[in-house]
């Protein structure tokens, strides 16, 4: 079983023929081919988005796109917080290797980039959380109100098309280590088309017709990929900008319990920042957080272990001086 550093660890930078062999999908820097790519995976799904409305006051929506769109964003979004997130990132606990393939994939399916350069963009991010160095922090330009707009569009999408890229030989060594998933990292172009194509298939099936096709990529692949995109995003700017912070950081993370649901119970994003490892984030009453849930149902399948619950003392070491003694 393979497992991952609790912390991240430096390593030597690869020599020409050792980086070769190890290579992933998207590297240390974008082409423009590539920036091009980017652009309208982000633009077509968020012009769907736009239309979601208006296509539905006109024409309706059936209960199979109802239904594509919440399983395959569901599947997706947590493929990101259980796998990319609590097990790829930060090791939150141990999966057999059938799991660590699916979660892999999973992932995958969300569009939202290789799992190695995923990894490797979120383990810098918490390296240098909120401070120079941090490749999506809102905080980047300042603190007066056109800095922070600035900010957030720049922690929101923008940081996406810098062409300085995490070295992912640093931030993700024991992933690129793993054949099988270093193979499914390269593999994400594959990954994008069976997810963005899987939706109209079963449309068009069920419906035996283009028409049930073409609503059923509407709604269970564009529409959907921009919401989960925009709700992603938004960890990274608007629980960086506001929230509620009962827990001791050293950053800006903050709780935004509105995104809860969307997110899979990553918006409770103060106490992940103040304990990193943790499977829980949502650790509070009433914090919804299916991500873990999820979790504990892998581990009573026997598929987890190891995972790194938080106990009632791991949390009041990490709460607020103040909070703590209101408690």
């Known amino acids: 079983m393979t497992t991952q550093p609790d912390v991240i660890t430096e390593s030597r930078e690869p020599g020409p023929d050792e980086g070769r062999p190890l290579a992933t999908l998207g590297g240390d820097s974008k ?25 539905a006051w006109g024409w309706g929506m059936s209960w199979l796109d109802l239904g594509l769109m919440v399983g395959m964003y569901f599947l997706g979004c947590h493929g990101i917080t259980v796998g990319f997130h609590r097990y790829f990132t930060h090791g939150s606990f141990k999966a057999n290797r059938p799991l660590r393939i699916a979660l892999a994939i999973a992932g995958s399916l969300a569009v939202e980039g290789p799992v190695v350069r995923w990894v490797a963009d979120h383990r810098r991010h918490h390296k240098f959380s909120d401070a120079e160095g941090d490749p999506h922090s809102p905080w980047r330009y300042g603190e007066s109100v056109p800095a922070l707009l600035k900010g957030l569009w720049w922690a929101h999408m923008g940081w996406m098309f810098d062409e300085e890229q995490t070295p992912q030989h640093k931030f993700a060594p024991d992933l690129i280590k793993d ?41 269970g692949s564009l529409v959907r990929v921009a919401l989960l995109h925009h709700v992603t995003w938004s960890i990274n700017s608007i629980c960086h900008a506001v929230g509620k912070r009962p827990f ?58 190891d995972v790194r619950w938080p106990s009632s003392e791991r949390i009041a070491a990490r709460r607020k001086d103040e909070v703590a003694k209101a408690a």
Request: aromatic content about 16%.
């Open 179 to 219: 054949p099988v998933i270093r193979a499914i990292s390269r593999q994400f172009v594959w990954w994008t088309t069976v997810s963005l194509l899987f939706p109209p298939l079963v449309g068009g099936l069920v419906t035996m017709s283009w028409w049930g096709a073409f609503t059923a990529f509407f709604w």
């Open 31 to 55: 082409r423009s081919i590539e920036q091009v790519a980017l652009g309208l995976f982000i633009g077509v799904p968020f012009v769907a988005l736009l239309a979601a409305i208006p296509f």
């Open 248 to 305: 001791r950081s050293r950053d800006r993370s903050g709780n935004v319990w509105w995104l809860a649901v969307l997110s899979c119970g990553e918006s409770w994003h103060n106490l992940h920042h103040a304990d990193p490892t943790c499977a829980r984030h949502g650790v509070l009453r009433g914090q919804v957080d299916s991500s873990a849930r999820i979790i504990r149902w892998f581990e009573l399948l026997g598929w987890v272990s």
